[in-house]
């Protein structure tokens, strides 16, 4: 099955609009004419307006960290899948593991918000991933198979161009350790397994299934040879324009 990989960046909690338009500034040419994989920029909300007008009919598209799952209403501080797409939004993070760990998210509010993003047309990235300790006790694979389950639950197959799943080991992000390879291979297998139990097996195979951890210039190019590895979504290292530049051409 011939997936095209794509690369995301997730930006966190990084960058002023001033400090975004200087790194598309410099990124954009970087990356021009680049079609192999597909290029995403998850700025801040705040920068989002910024980054989109910047890279508007090129080959970068633009994503959020995060989305409600109303469409309007009374809900102090959130935004709606509609409020993304007016400012020029085609990706919408869901799930991460800091949203989990830092907000209370549970698979049930994944899974609301990526039945919404799916109903207003955005493309959905759903993080999974163990923790240390999860992946010390060897229940990584219930934990994915849960997550993935959970998530998934009321999706259907013929969505499945629409949405991707990020893998992200925690132990992994932010902290210099990336999974191997093999590990992160071994991951994607067990989530497209249970994909298919969601999807069936058709869907499962055209499933995007990301890697995300510590991804560096230098570890790169293992990781996407992997056939089983679709595509990263990448932090730290992707807050540096010639950084990412180096990963998206990897
Ligand atoms: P790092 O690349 O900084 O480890 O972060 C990974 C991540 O959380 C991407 O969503």
Redesign the pocket.
């Known amino acids: 099955m011939n997936r095209k990989k794509l690369i995301a960046a997730?930006w966190?909690m990084y960058k002023t609009p001033t400090q975004a338009e200087a790194f598309v500034g410099t990124f954009l040419p970087q990356v021009y004419g680049h079609t192999r994989d597909e290029i995403v920029l998850c700025p801040p909300y705040v920068c989002i307006p910024t980054v989109a007008e910047l890279v508007r009919d090129t080959n970068v598209g633009v994503g959020a960290q995060n989305m409600f799952w109303e469409k309007e209403g009374a809900y102090t501080g959130e935004i709606s899948p509609a409020m993304l797409l007016a400012v020029g939004c085609s990706h919408v993070?869901l799930g991460?593991?800091?949203r989990r760990q830092y907000f209370g998210e549970t698979d049930d509010m994944v899974n609301r918000r990526l039945k919404a993003a799916l109903a207003a047309g955005l493309t959905a990235i759903v993080?999974i991933g163990e923790v240390l300790q999860e992946r010390e006790a060897g229940i990584t694979d219930d934990v994915l198979r849960r997550q993935c389950e959970n998530a998934l639950r009321e999706i259907s197959g013929d969505q499945v161009s629409r949405f991707t799943i990020?893998y992200?080991p925690v132990w992994?992000?932010?902290?210099g350790k990336t999974a191997t390879p093999q590990i992160a291979a071994d991951a994607h297998r067990v989530i497209r397994q249970q994909a298919a139990l969601a999807l069936g097996d058709d869907a499962a195979q055209k499933l995007r299934i990301l890697y995300?951890?510590?991804?560096k210039p230098e570890n790169v190019k293992a990781l996407m040879s992997q056939e089983e590895i679709d595509g990263g979504?990448?932090?730290?290292?992707?807050l540096d324009p010639a950084s990412f530049a180096a990963i998206v051409k990897w």
């Open positions: 997730n966190k993070i991460h593991s800091e993080c990020a992200e992994a992000i932010g902290t995300g951890g510590s991804i979504l990448v932090g730290g290292a992707s």
